[in-house]
């Protein structure tokens, strides 16, 4: 069975750009998590799709929003880029009522 | 292959000791707790978890233990290997349908040969 994938896996923006990153989770999984990874402030929750449907978020601001499809895939999107918004974003599969998440390898963003 | 072990406190083990990670929790309803390993260049890697109906839990060379009391939570790992090197995560979470992992901040694991 394969893993979760994410792409595209390395991203360099520069500040007030937009960007989007996918998740393709595993097979069968219908709940997506993302989590955004920095040295100081470690794995934070960003948000949580479960059908389609945001079900669970983090505290983070508006510019930070994301999206699933009928097909579980997901997509995260954060707008006017701030330098602060470098990170390793990950994103975590899992089915509904468990709690065990799977990674994937993360989307690596540099904003410039 | 990507950092994720900056400003993170490092424990030094040498090969083929027992290596002893700690982490304290911070929800006191938290029932179900996760040890993530972190590699370069790799999303966090699932190891082993515990509920809370437990105090102790094995798996192949590890073993989580769970204080309730003082929200404290360990993973011990056997016979420590240059390949278990990496950063260790704990994460709680209160299950349920809108349940989300809270991480703590991770600790790096450095094997000595």
């Known amino acids: 069975k394969a893993g979760v994938t994410q792409t595209p896996r390395y991203l360099i923006k520069t500040r007030g750009q937009q960007v989007t990153l996918s998740c393709s989770p595993i097979?069968?999984?219908?709940?997506v998590s993302w989590y955004q990874q920095t040295p100081g402030q470690g794995l934070q929750f960003l948000f949580e799709y479960f059908s389609e449907t945001q079900r669970n978020k983090g505290n983070f601001p508006g510019r930070f929003s994301g999206r699933q499809f009928s097909n579980s895939r997901s997509e995260m999107n954060v707008s006017t880029l701030e330098l602060g918004d470098s990170a390793l974003y990950l994103c975590?599969?899992?089915?509904?009522?468990?709690?065990?998440?799977?990674f994937g390898p993360g989307t690596r963003l540099t904003v410039l | 292959g990507e950092s994720v072990g900056l400003h993170l406190p490092t424990l030094s083990v040498q090969e083929g000791d027992n290596s002893i990670i700690n982490c304290a929790y911070s929800n006191s309803a938290s029932d179900y707790f996760i040890w993530y390993k972190q590699e370069s260049g790799k999303g966090p890697q699932f190891i082993i978890d515990?509920?809370?109906?437990?105090d102790k839990r094995q798996g192949q060379r590890v073993t989580v233990l769970l204080n309730k009391t003082v929200k404290h939570l360990s993973l011990q790992i056997a016979a420590t290997q240059p390949g278990d090197s990496a950063v260790y995560f704990c994460a709680e979470t209160v299950t349920g349908a809108n349940s989300k992992l809270t991480f703590g901040k991770g600790i790096t694991l450095s094997v000595r040969p």
């Open positions: 097979s069968g999984h219908r709940s």
């Open positions: 515990i509920r809370s109906n437990m």
């Open positions: 975590a599969s899992t089915i509904s009522g468990y709690n065990e998440q799977f």
